[in-house]
């Protein structure tokens, strides 16, 4: 009989700790039948531990979650990339997953805008959040009428675009204390923690000091090490980026062929000529709609001085040959297919691509990260020099 009794108590101490929960969607619009939508768990503190812990067909302009769930958590609601340029209209949202039925309605007009109801959290977090934003969002869609209307009639002044910004910062603002009440109703939660560092930076001062004191030894911990690491990283880039200031000398580095020979930057300078260092990648697409302005400088300029030599920030081999097979580039290709992590990109500090690199022929930086008009210009003083 006890053991009986102890079995009996441990299923309904399971059933306590995990519950169902089910979240409906309605989209109101039939243009996003037969995708696939994911539901990820937010970690509190580490995005790269977010887990997707859910996926849906999307059927008739609905969708519906279903899973167990122990404690609340906030979670975001999204479709994959289209592809490597292009996404889907529906946007990025969030809900929070706790037991019982939620349902969750975009917007027909503003797909940005969103309406959660059923649950404890969610229908606070609706009430607190979103209906603020909902407002937010209405005031906003007026005045952008408003400015294009004026528009058609007379040109902006910059006293009135000023204005219009400073309207529109005004707006945003307003959903400070919004986050800061939900925040602190629920700061001893994961939902609360996610919402605390999720928007860290609106809060004040005080207001951010206060409340980090109630979040979580572990994911206080966790976070502030992330920033720690953020900080030094941000530092070593400055000290890059400043050294790699025009008349600075180059920075080395290696990387690959396609074929898989090595290279070294260092060999491709000449005594007498310009390289032209190019940073891309395929699924950039500002840097492949400036690919034929460079084949444009490559035809004009190379039997004047000018080499070119394209390092790929890549990380898939398949997308970069492609890609190399699309554009034709008839100059050197690289890459270590390490992204942004290879020690090229590391090198001049590349954090947003295309980022091009004149160097002369003796290894002095001419000009950084120009690109257009002001890249010619570049490169014909620097050749009649």
């Known amino acids: 009989m006890k053991h009986f009794t102890t079995?009996?108590?441990?299923?309904?101490?399971?059933?306590?700790?995990?519950?169902?929960?089910?979240?409906?969607?309605?989209?109101?619009?039939?243009?996003?039948?037969?995708?696939?939508?994911?539901?990820?768990?937010?970690?509190?503190?580490?995005?790269?531990?977010?887990?997707?812990?859910?996926?849906?067909?999307?059927?008739?302009?609905?969708?519906?979650?279903?899973?167990?769930?122990?404690?609340?958590?906030?979670?975001?609601?999204?479709?994959?990339?289209?592809?490597?340029?292009?996404?889907?209209?529906?946007?990025?949202?969030?809900?929070?997953?706790?037991?019982?039925?939620?349902?969750?309605?975009?917007?027909?007009?503003?797909?940005?805008?969103?309406?959660?109801?059923?649950?404890?959290?969610?229908?606070?977090?609706?009430?607190?959040?979103?209906?603020?934003?909902?407002?937010?969002?209405?005031?906003?869609?007026?005045?952008?009428?408003?400015?294009?209307?004026q528009e058609q009639t007379v040109q902006y002044s910059l006293e009135q675009e000023q204005a219009y910004n400073d309207s529109l910062r005004s707006l945003y603002a307003t959903m400070q204390p919004a986050y800061n009440d939900f925040v602190a109703r629920n700061i001893n939660n994961d939902v609360g923690a996610s919402l605390f560092f999720l928007h860290q930076n609106d809060f004040s001062e005080a207001c951010y000091k206060s409340l980090k004191t109630k979040v979580r030894s572990d994911y206080v911990f966790c976070h502030d090490s992330i920033m720690q690491a953020k900080e030094m990283a941000r530092n070593r880039e400055d000290s890059i980026r400043s050294a790699n200031h025009r008349g600075a000398h180059y920075s080395d580095f290696t990387s690959f062929t396609p074929d898989g020979k090595s290279v070294a930057l260092s060999s491709l300078l000449k005594p007498g000529r310009i390289l032209l260092l190019d940073f891309?990648?395929?699924?950039?697409?500002?840097?492949?709609?400036?690919?034929?302005?460079?084949?444009?400088l490559y035809e004009k300029y190379h039997d004047k001085g000018v080499d070119v030599v394209s390092v790929s920030l890549d990380t898939k081999r398949e997308a970069w040959i492609k890609a190399l097979d699309a554009e034709q580039m008839p100059w050197l290709q690289l890459s270590t297919l390490e992204g942004f992590k290879s020690k090229s990109a590391q090198a001049y500090a590349v954090h947003a691509i295309p980022f091009v690199v004149l160097i002369s022929g003796n290894g002095n930086i001419l000009q950084v990260n120009i690109h257009g008009q002001l890249l010619e210009k570049n490169i014909e003083e620097n050749l009649n020099n």
């Open 7 to 149: 079995i009996a108590l441990w299923f309904i101490y399971t059933i306590a700790i995990a519950q169902n929960f089910t979240l409906k969607g309605t989209i109101h619009s039939n243009d996003y039948d037969g995708l696939s939508i994911f539901l990820v768990r937010l970690h509190p503190a580490d995005r790269s531990l977010n887990t997707t812990v859910d996926s849906a067909r999307i059927e008739n302009g609905q969708f519906c979650f279903s899973l167990s769930v122990t404690t609340p958590f906030l979670a975001s609601i999204s479709l994959p990339p289209k592809d490597n340029y292009h996404y889907y209209g529906l946007p990025e949202t969030m809900c929070i997953a706790e037991p019982g039925n939620v349902a969750i309605s975009y917007s027909p007009s503003d797909p940005y805008s969103v309406t959660l109801s059923g649950g404890k959290l969610n229908a606070d977090y609706d009430a607190t959040i979103l209906s603020r934003d909902r407002e937010v969002r209405r005031k906003i869609k007026s005045m952008i009428e408003a400015r294009n209307a």
């Open 280 to 296: 891309w990648a395929s699924w950039c697409s500002p840097c492949r709609m400036e690919i034929p302005e460079l084949k444009k």
